[in-house]
Nanobody, 115 residues
């Protein structure tokens, strides 16, 4: 059983930066992909960024050029660096791993962008 623990959310002003981390309790070297999703109040959960085992990445159009996803397999940890944050980035952010075809989700961390 893989458990994910997220950290790094908080309150930031528009234009600021935040980094999120997602640490897995188990060994993730055989992961298929790792991603970050977000859900704002009254909206559906949406994919923000995803990295495939092997290194290829894809991003939602709304975050391209501002967010960067990465993973350190030796540390069982994935990251999302968020720069030039906007109020519309406000949401609960969830990390997701697909390992051997099974989806695992973190508990979510709140990111609020406001002045």
């Amino acid at each position: 059983q893989v458990q994910l623990v997220e950290s790094g959310g908080g309150l930031v002003q528009p234009g600021g930066s935040l980094g999120l981390s997602c640490r897995a309790s188990g060994i993730i070297f055989r992961f298929n992909s790792m991603g970050w999703y977000r859900q704002a109040p009254g909206k559906q959960r949406e994919m923000v960024a995803r990295i495939i085992n092997g290194g290829s990445t894809n991003y939602a159009d709304s975050v391209k050029g501002r967010f960067t996803i990465s993973i350190e397999v030796t540390k069982n940890t994935g990251y999302l660096q968020m720069n030039s944050l906007k109020p519309e980035d406000t949401a609960v952010y969830y990390c997701n791993y697909i390992i051997d075809g099974i989806n695992y989700w973190g508990q979510g961390t709140q990111v609020t962008v406001s002045s």
